[in-house]
T-cell receptor, first 111, second 115 residues
Framework: RKEVEQDPGPFNVPEGATVAFNCTYS??????FFWYRQDCRKEPKLLMS???SGNEDGRFTAQLNRASQYISLLIRDSKLSDSATYLC????????????FGAGTRLTVKP | EAQVTQNPRYLITVTGKKLTVTCSQN?????MSWYRQDPGLGLRQIYY???????DKGDVPEGYKVSRKEKRNFPLILESPSPNQTSLYFC??????????????FGPGTRLTVL
């Protein structure tokens, strides 16, 4: 079983739609959680950290459910520029050398 | 401009022919690492380095070597490449080790094909 699992998609949504991605992780001792964005053939870039209380950054909302070992990312009012692959990332010990990456969920926003 | 650079960006080679992928950062970062990305598997760490002359294995180190003789450079060496090392490789660097305060910045990637 993979340590971090994501629905690979693709998710094809119209502009303006709300879309949600889910991610589950297997190590209950995991401490830190993130969402990264990766454009086609480009490097991953940090989108946002995920805090226990949930957090929002503009149109993006991240939630963490430790009991279910589940992380989510909600994108409201989707833009064409949101088209990318979204990577769920979990760190066991809070260190850069123990990060575990999901395989990613691909999103295409269409006009 | 603050950045992580990798060279080459694309490489097609044959089994057994030694190659080196260079990685350089201009941010005076102490921590550097190498990942490979394969379809359906996500990024997996190959090696990392906490500082000059300090390197350690990640999750998939077999078939790879690294060195950290200078702070800015962290080359990845494939002594005898094999087809199962065909992958997309990313170098990353961060100021330190803590995930919340020391964001990793990734290089643009090197797409390697071993025939």
């Amino acid at each position: 079983r993979k340590e971090v699992e994501q629905d690979p998609g693709p998710f094809n949504v119209p502009e303006g739609a709300t879309v949600a991605f889910n991610c589950t992780y297997s190590n209950s001792a995991s401490q830190s959680f993130f969402w990264y964005r990766q454009d086609c053939r480009k490097e991953p870039k940090l989108l946002m950290s995920v805090y226990s209380s949930g957090n929002e950054d503009g149109r993006f909302t991240a939630q963490l459910n430790r009991a279910s070992q589940y992380i989510s990312l909600l994108i409201r009012d989707s833009k064409l520029s949101d088209s990318a692959t979204y990577l769920c990332v979990v760190s066991h010990g809070g260190n850069n050398n123990d990060m575990r990456f999901g395989a990613g969920t691909r999103l295409t926003v269409k006009p | 401009e603050a950045q992580v650079t990798q060279n080459p960006r694309y490489l097609i080679t044959v089994t057994g022919k030694k190659l080196t992928v260079t990685c350089s950062q201009n941010m005076n970062h102490e921590y550097m690492s190498w990942y490979r990305q394969d379809p359906g598997l996500g990024l997996r760490q190959i090696y990392y380095s906490m500082n000059v002359e300090v390197t350690d294995k990640g999750d998939v180190p077999e078939g790879y070597k690294v060195s950290r003789k200078e702070k800015r450079n962290f080359p990845l060496i494939l002594e005898s490449p094999s087809p199962n090392q065909t992958s997309l490789y990313f170098c990353a660097s961060s100021l330190g080790l803590a995930v919340f305060t020391d964001t990793q910045y990734f290089g643009p990637g090197t797409r390697l094909t071993v025939l």
